[in-house]
């Protein structure tokens, strides 16, 4: 899959000196291998787009070059001398800032505050750092006022303060964590425009992103990340769509195989104009339909952050939508998650820390979890200790959880036996509906397998299934049908059978190909 | 992990921090000029007879004033307000058991139930403003601790029935006191009847906390609210149950004082009833990890402190029994640090095991 | 590409129109004019005399303290719940300097006992990670603890012209200066006495602030200015806000943030000791068990009513320290302040009306309706809700105005370093 890998960087850039080369970086965290073997190239004065999936790396990378954290092995280069951060100070004086996804401000103190907090030595903390200010704001249009709050500003607005601050300190070299994840299109122009502003005044920016239509609107290069490592670069001038998705999917895995279908007519799950807003007014979900019958599984495939979660989990009534959602005909909007779980929802979490676990507690007694009121697991007000001991047991052994025994806790636990021990979970007591994200990530191969089979047993058997994943792999190989998320709205409806992972990836990012 | 090891594990933290509480009480004794070695002779004397029925009666107010803490601590909720709960209930209690509406026993089994509902009405207050108006729980409770201290003295004072210089409520007659057990000789006093009420509580505690599914719910809201929400548990129902649970137990804690036959007075005053365990519980709740059997411990030991300190002067030391509650702070302390510390070692220890699990291929695990 | 939502940024929330000085010269003259009529029609002229205003003013000064302390510890993301046991210790540590030294001393030793006790904050919930309520719940026990331990060991056997002890008191210590302003002290007292409207209770304020003031009192009131200073306009207070506000965000900028926290806890430990020192050698001539009597408390109160701003917090320690003075006051002063409160929530109501909050006006106007009707029909206050008021107008504040309250964004989380991003 690294045909381009060879592709010479694009012309404009490449008799440019190097602002950053990295060579063979790797990291490892327990259980883990985030980077291998990574290398990159970017040209001073240029915008860079290092493109992946979520959960390639990307976030990494860019900590390592930030000194968030370090590098288990290999070398990085900043204006051809070479580094090794152990603190973000230290990178902030070798003139490189970060720009992270999840804004790092004060919302109580002022964009002026925000901006000088911890640069007080450069301009003081009074006129001379307004005046500063000021000048940055003016140069390249970002039209802040220093004295206002940051709570009073719009997500785009923060945005500025944070590159603002970024620029305060005199950084050459910006790196942007997904920076276009949290704005609306306008907000995105803007962001370009600023951008662009940014290049033409001689700074080099790293672009992090996995929207094809942006990287291409924006980048002067491209390097593609793929499950830790870096597969290849490409020139956006000359690149398609196609062959950018192509690097970023991949298809490696063995796939699962569908075997005749089981769908029936009888509908199991219906939702109808569910719709979902957070506080802030903004749209997670707008005007969902969806219908999975009895022995079907429903892909949903979408770009981490398009509402999958919040789909699940309005499903399962954490959240609270508008709209109907009926399950075997009855309608359970009203519902708590209490009663949808009693009336047969299986839910196979995102983040199983959060929301799937209790992490100090014994095996045993996550086998409980989410099943409180029902046997084996408690008879009547009281906790059925042999039951649920002993169904754990058999979930232990059905779906080869590797333990030491079901009374050790769920912390110790790799974090593909806790997935497995949560898939047994949620398929026992006969669910007629399974709402599951990502099933087998974090999964070694083998167990994969394994819970493809039981998610296809379950369904020969009628269970009905909502399965959200990254992988297209398993989702293609799983499905009876596909639908595409795009920004909380569906936007694709795809056949499994003659769809490719290149097909979904380009709906995934919005785009029609080329 | 071996039974060894485990065993070492949970005691070593407890260890720690009463090593660490001795040598700093040991610091504060002996720049007050007596010696620290005298101060711990007298402490660790084998208690009097008295001295033992002393321990036993305390220990069942303190035990199940820590129980009250513990059941907000299970769920992450910080009840600060079992003093202000259980001055309240008391007051209640002895306001309805000294009028005698009933005789006898049911006087007595009444004058409890009601406690219990005054203990969780003043509890139900700092609950709903958490719930609805999402107002920390630390801060209400401090707040109503201290209205109760003024309201309860503005009843006394309008309704109480004067008794020497101060106010009382109506003394509770003969025939709903209760006798209690005599284990030693008459002067070495009595073990109280209502101590079997601390049995009772921690019982009930250690059962409805371990083997049903509010309890189990309870706990699990306290591990994770998120894995909680999404296991379907409404945190918000079970915050209010919690809290009024945790306020009916602190509505017991006094009350086998105030039905004993021979305890000092048979009423509510500012002479009889006896302040500051509200706070004492919580720290023994924190002391026992909130643990029933710990909380039997914890308990028993301060109690034991406080009631060989009182002893002290008699034993020749100008030492205040206040040391006492210095002793209480530091060890509070020191626990809860001893317990972050070594709870950061087994993190640490489990993330090396991890790590060297990795190493080796076999186990290697696809990148997520 | 589907051009999905076009929802736009949140409406940021109006920015607070800020009043000019004549604003307030005028804010500050109306309510003068409301409490001298009150004074007038109820013919309680004690409302404001100089002897409640200066008793007014030495009850403010330790809650201010304590509340003050509160502002440095939750600034930088401390809770300290230990104010009160920081306080205590505070009392022990005048009375002891005093004794042996001066009373300046004094001060000193009080501030560097509530220091410790800060210190110890600090390091359990800093360096540790322990539950700050945990840890302020243990440093009360160990400060009321140690301090009557303390008193019993070192003070039960004192008796000499510097002062006479006892197990648990230690009282006739020297006091630090006073100032009297000659001349304009008396004269204003003569105009304050002539019961003028107006005149006589500004002149009665300026009597109170130049008679017999404590030195101690001028430093609190240079503390209250010194921590705006301090806390606003440099950059080492612009760093300790921002550990309360978002410790990774200071953390990504290179920030030490334990450092700041740190000094934070050591200095709001050092606040409340003052304030139990301001307690034992100003309000009183020494040390005596359990004078600190929940003040503590009052202050934590005092700074959330205060908004956890130093404006607010001056305003919230004035009411509680005055509510606390007229304890001390005959009973018909409390019972005329029950028809400026009366005025006070009428007032409140209307411009309440005038924002359109309909619902908040009439619940508010109900209340004064209710104080006015309880001023009519009784003829005098229970002295145990005087005392219960500043936690149950804290109790209130909490519940109606939750959503105007503002405190630090991290205050109260445990912050571990390393965790950016």
């Known amino acids: 899959m690294s045909s381009m890998a060879a592709t010479p960087a694009g012309e404009a850039s490449s008799h440019r000196p190097l602002a950053i080369q990295v060579r063979g970086v790797t990291k490892r965290f327990p259980g883990v291998v985030a980077n291998h073997d990574v290398d990159l190239d970017i040209a001073e004065g240029t915008v860079h787009a290092l493109i992946g999936e979520n959960g390639a790396g990307k976030s990494t990378l860019m900590k390592i070059l930030y000194g968030v954290q370090k590098a288990d092995e290999g070398t990085i280069s900043v204006n051809g001398q070479e580094v090794s951060f152990s603190s973000p100070t230290e990178a902030i004086k070798a003139g490189i800032g970060m720009v992270f996804q999840h804004f790092m401000l004060a919302d109580n103190l002022t964009v002026l505050e925000n901006v000088v907090l911890g640069a007080e030595k450069l301009h003081g903390i009074g006129p001379a750092a307004r005046a500063e200010i000021q000048r940055i704001s003016d140069a390249y249009g970002f039209a802040l006022d220093p004295d206002e709050l940051v709570e009073h500003l719009g997500v785009g607005q923060r945005q500025r303060v944070e590159i603002l601050k970024v620029l305060y300190r005199g950084a050459k070299i910006v790196i942007l964590d ?43 290069d491209i390097t593609v990340l793929r499950r830790g490592t870096t597969v290849g670069t490409a020139d956006p001038k000359t690149a398609t769509k196609r062959e950018l998705a192509e690097l970023m999917v991949g298809a490696e895995l063995p796939s699962p195989e569908t075997e005749e279908s089981t769908v029936t007519t009888d509908v199991q799950l219906s939702m109808v104009d569910v719709n979902l807003v957070d506080d802030f007014g903004r749209n997670l979900l707008s005007g969902i339909n969806l219908t999975i019958h009895r022995g079907e599984v429903l892909g949903l495939a979408g770009v981490e952050g398009n509402g999958q979660d919040e789909l699940l989990e309005t499903l399962i009534g954490i959240r609270r939508g508008t709209g109907s959602i009926t399950v075997g005909g009855v309608e359970v909007s009203s519902y708590s998650t209490r009663r949808r779980r009693e009336a047969g929802m299986g839910f196979i979490p995102a983040d199983r820390h959060r929301h799937g676990l209790l992490l100090d507690a014994p095996l045993w007694e996550n086998r409980i979890l989410g099943h409180q009121t029902t046997a084996p697991s408690v008879t009547g007000p009281l906790v059925n200790r042999r039951g649920a001991k002993a169904d754990t047991q058999r979930i232990v052994d059905l779906y080869d959880v590797r333990t030491p025994s079901i009374n050790t806790p769920a912390r110790a636990l790799s974090g593909g036996n806790q997935q497995k021990l949560i898939i047994g979970r949620e398929m026992s007591g006969d669910p007629v509906l399974l709402i599951a994200a990502h099933p087998t990530r974090g999964v070694d191969v083998g167990a994969q397998a394994a819970i493809w089979g039981h998610i296809k047993r379950a369904r020969r058997e009628g269970l009905a299934v909502l399965l959200v994943s990254a992988d297209l792999d398993e989702l293609i190989g799983l499905s009876d049908r596909i639908k595409v998320i795009l920004r909380g709205e569906i936007v694709g409806d795809f056949d499994p059978r003659n769809v490719t992972p290149q097909d979904l990836g380009q709906a995934m990012t919005g785009g029609k190909g080329d | 992990m071996p039974v060894v090891k485990r065993l070492l594990a949970a005691v070593i933290a407890p260890v720690m921090a009463l090593v660490a509480a001795v040598l700093i009480t040991s610091v504060v004794i002996s720049v007050s000029g007596t010696s620290p070695v005298d101060f711990w002779q007298a402490m660790l004397e084998k208690p009097s007879n008295r001295s033992l029925v002393n321990i036993v009666n ?92 003024f309201g309860v003295g503005w009843l006394l004072s309008n309704y109480g029935e004067k008794a020497g210089d101060g106010r009382r409520t109506t003394p509770i007659s003969d025939d709903s006191l209760l006798a209690g057990w005599q284990p030693f000789e008459r002067t070495d006093g009595k073990i109280w009847s209502l101590t079997v009420l601390a049995v009772l509580v921690g019982v009930t505690y250690w059962f409805v906390v371990n083997r049903t599914r509010f309890g189990f719910d309870l706990r699990a809201t306290g591990q994770s609210e998120t894995a909680a929400v999404a296991s379907g548990i409404s945190v918000k129902r079970m915050i209010v149950i919690s809290m009024m649970l945790s306020g009916a137990t602190a509505g017991l804690i006094w009350l086998p004082s105030l039905f004993a036959e021979t305890a000092s007075g048979h009423y509510f005053s500012s002479s009889t009833f006896q302040v500051q365990l509200g706070f004492t519980g919580i720290a023994v709740a924190l002391l026992g990890r909130n643990k029933a059997v710990g909380m039997v411990f914890g308990a028993l030991l301060f109690a034991y402190l406080s009631v060989q300190a009182s002893a002290l002067e008699f034993a020749g030391l100008d030492v205040s029994k206040n040391v006492v509650m210095v002793i209480q702070g530091v060890v509070v302390l020191t626990i809860v640090i001893s317990y972050e510390v070594v709870g950061r070692w087994r993190t640490a220890a489990e993330q090396r095991a991890v790590t060297a699990a990795l190493q080796s291929p076999s186990k290697q695990e696809v990148p997520a | 590409m589907s051009v999905a939502t076009t929802a736009q940024a949140p409406a940021a929330p109006a920015r607070k129109k800020r009043r000019s000085p004549a604003m307030w010269l005028l804010i500050v003259a109306a309510v003068i004019a409301v409490i001298s009529l009150v004074r007038i029609v109820t013919g309680t002229h004690e409302l404001d005399s100089p002897g409640s205003l200066t008793a007014a003013i030495t009850a403010t000064c330790p809650i201010l303290l304590a509340a003050l302390g509160g502002l440095w510890a939750e600034r930088a993301g401390v809770v300290n719940i230990g104010l009160e046991g920081q306080m205590i210790l505070g009392t022990w540590g005048a009375a002891y300097f005093t004794y042996w030294y001066d009373p300046y001393t004094g001060i000193i030793g009080a501030i560097a006992l509530g220091a410790v006790g800060g210190l110890i904050h600090a390091i359990a919930t800093v360096s540790f990670g322990v539950n700050h309520i945990v840890s302020g719940v243990a440093i009360n026990l160990i400060g009321l603890g140690l301090a009557s331990f303390l008193a019993e060991a070192f003070f039960a056997d004192l008796n000499s012209e510097h002062g006479r002890g006892g197990p648990r008191q230690l009282t006739g210590l020297a006091k630090p200066d006073t100032i009297t302003i000659p001349g304009f002290s008396d004269w204003m007292a003569d105009l304050a006495a002539k019961h003028w409207f107006f005149i006589s209770d500004v002149a009665s304020l300026l009597a109170a602030l ?24 440099t950059s080492f207070g612009l760093r300790l806000r921002s550990c309360g506000e978002n410790p990774h965000a200071a953390e990504s900028l290179g920030i030490n943030v334990y450092r700041y926290k740190y000094a934070a806890v050591i200095a709001s430990g050092a606040f409340a000791g003052l304030g139990g020192g301001f307690l034992a050698l100003v309000s009183s001539s020494g040390y005596s068990e359990g004078q600190t009597n929940g003040r503590g408390y009052i202050g934590l109160a005092a700074m959330i009513f205060g908004n956890w701003r130093p404006g607010g917090i001056l305003l919230g320690s004035g009411m509680f320290g005055y509510t606390d003075s007229l304890r001390l006051r005959d ?91």
């Open chain 3, 331 to 421: 009973a018909s002063t409390v019972h005329a302040l029950l028809l400026l409160v009366a005025i006070a929530l009428a007032v409140y109501a209307v411009v309440q009306w005038r924002q359109g909050a309909r619902t908040t006006a009439m619940v508010v106007a109900g209340g004064a309706a209710l104080f006015l009707l309880w001023f009519a029909l009784t003829d005098e206050v229970p002295r145990d809700f005087t005392s219960m008021t500043p936690y149950v107008l804290t109790l209130l504040v909490l519940a109606f105005a939750s959503q105007r309250l503002r405190m630090p964004k991290a205050d109260g989380l445990v912050y571990r370093k390393g965790s950016v991003g």
């Open chain 2, 58 to 149: 305390q220990s069942s107010m303190i035990f199940m004033s820590a129980v009250a803490a513990a059941i907000g601590f299970r769920m992450n909720l910080f009840n600060i307000g079992v003093e202000g709960q259980y001055r309240v209930a008391s007051y209640v209690a002895a306001v309805f058991a000294g009028a005698a509406f009933v005789s006898g026993w049911l006087n007595v089994v009444l004058s409890l139930l009601l406690a219990m509902l005054a203990g969780a009405a003043w509890a139900a207050i700092p609950a709903i403003l958490r719930v609805t108006r999402g107002v920390s729980e630390v801060i209400s409770t401090i707040m109503l601790n201290s209205i109760a201290v």
């Open chain 3, 210 to 233: 130049s008679t017999n003031l404590s030195v101690v009192t001028i430093l609190v009131f240079v503390l209250l200015i010194a921590t705006v200073w301090i806390l606003w306009h």
């Open chain 1, 178 to 220: 997904e920076p276009t994840a949290v704005l609306v299109p306008q907000e995105v122009d803007a962001l370009f425009a600023n951008l662009r502003e940014l290049r033409a005044s001689g700074h080099t920016m790293l672009f992090i992103s996995h929207k094809l239509d942006e990287v291409r609107a924006i980048a002067d």
